[in-house]
């Protein structure tokens, strides 16, 4: 079966009611989608993208972040060009290089396997791009291991943050940083969060911090967020060593050894 | 504060244990880092990437399911190349084109906004090739409103399935299908998941049929994936005509005029 089919019409039923969809058709109108985006007004929201990141770090966020008012998302690199991820399967596109983005409201650090990880660490061309950016940034954020990134680039001296549940020990013997097991952790203008998936609360958080608390629940139904795991096996502290120790074997067989 | 790093140190902590440590060092080890992946061995999931798509939806999905032994996921679109957001924020990168792909076990569609959207529905090259796809696979997926896209493909036809809220009329209205308002939905062979995030959810079930809930539940400890968003807005059902109106405000105002 097949259907002529309109714009107005594929993300709109009729359950929500005329009213409503009064309101969004003229929301959706060519007009307004064509309208202009990003200029001065909104957030200019940047994501470091190194070999080797995990691919949900700058994904999630970018979902959540890309909806608010006039915000800019932009994907950087050393060099403009894809970006391939941890496991070699996929790459996202670095629109800018470093050179060319010296001002940000917002940085947003991903993750990445220990290859990856390793590489931005031990990266001097990109920590001191970072600390050149948080210099001016309202924000300065990051996703997983992305705040071993941040650590070594010593912006989290004295402060508290998160990462990843496997690298929580790292970051606290290596650094002087406090690690909390939460979700994501506020410490002055540095907002870091936990594994991978922990990248998503947070960008909803970030987008009350950046607007205000109806424009986040907004975008968090907009993109329905309203998490259902057929599984409860994400909390490490709730954990047993041995699904511990299969996790971080499906992580290792799965990264490529890079390029 | 910086620190010489090796590689099985940036994710090993000292609190899961020797035992864990000394595995999951092995694990971790170089040899197996390097070890050749996704051979004929392992599901072979095709993610099919089209102008304008969302982020999240064929992201999310790939984090978890590129996690899985020996799997290869591969993007693919008409042709190899950058392909951009509904936002035009961002670009994955397609690495095979239509043609070059005949055969996958896994299909996953996301979705998009509107004009995204209605360009898939409409485009018979993109529908033939899925349909095609579809005579072969294991499982044929979606997230989002690439349940439309299914649907169009006339792949649905008397099935129960699910997409995003704001298109749950249009699924049902246009199609023989019966929409369930669930995260996700198995029908036969067709698994349908809810807007955008949902694919996340839905990711970890696949993983759960493809392999066993062991794994899945590794996988879902190995990215971390213990939500805890800041509001609990993501639920239509429960959500404000006020906010839903805002909700598609936002993601009009967001979705880019397109190339």
Redesign the interface.
């Known amino acids: ?3 002529p ?13 005329a ?2 969809a009064a ?2 058709m003229t ?2 109108a ?1 007009s ?4 202009p ?2 200029g001065a007004k909104g957030p200019r929201i940047g994501i470091l993208l190194y070999d080797g990141f ?3 770090d700058p ?2 966020p ?2 959540v972040l ?4 006039d ?5 950087i690199a050393e060099r403009r060009g ?1 970006v391939r ?1 941890d ?7 670095a ?1 800018r290089s470093l050179k060319e983005v010296d001002r940000l409201d917002v940085l947003l650090v991903p993750g990445a ?3 990856g ?2 590489g931005a ?2 990266n001097e061309r990109l920590l001191d791009w970072i600390r050149a950016i948080d210099r001016h940034s309202n924000w300065t954020t990051s996703v ?2 992305g705040a ?1 990134v941040l ?2 680039a ?1 912006l989290l ?1 004295g402060h508290k943050a998160t990462t ?7 970051l ?5 940083v406090t690690y909390v097991p939460e ?1 994501y952790v506020r410490s002055g203008k540095f907002v870091t969060s ?5 990248g ?2 947070m960008s ?2 970030l987008a ?1 911090l950046l607007t205000d ?19 409860d ?4 502290a709730e ?1 047993s ?1 041995e ?15 890079g390029s």
């Not at 307004?32 to 309208?35: H, I, L, S, V």
């Not at 496991?87 to 596109?93: E, F, I, Q, S, V």
């Not at 606290?172 to 002087?176: A, L, V, W």
């Not at 699904?243 to 050894?257: M, N, Q, Y």
Request: glycine share 8%; aromatic share 4%; charged share 20%.
């Open positions: 079966m097949r259907h089919t309109t714009r107005r019409n594929v993300l709109l039923g009729t359950a929500a009611g009213a409503l309101t969004a929301a959706m060519p307004a989608a064509a309208a985006r990003g995990s691919m949900l994904t999630g970018t979902e890309s909806r608010l008012p915000a800019t998302v932009t994907m894809p991820t496991t070699g399967d996929a790459a996202l596109l629109d396997g220990p290859r990880t390793e660490m031990g997983c291991t071993l650590a070594a010593g001296d990843h549940w496997a690298s929580a020990s790292y606290q013997d290596h650094f002087d979700r936990a594994g991978v998936s922990a998503v609360d909803l958080y009350s608390e109806d424009t986040a629940r907004a975008i968090q139904l907009g993109v329905e967020y309203d998490p259902h795991p057929p599984f096996s994400g909390n490490a954990a060593d699904l511990k120790r299969r996790a971080l074997e499906l992580l290792a067989d799965s990264e490529a050894s």
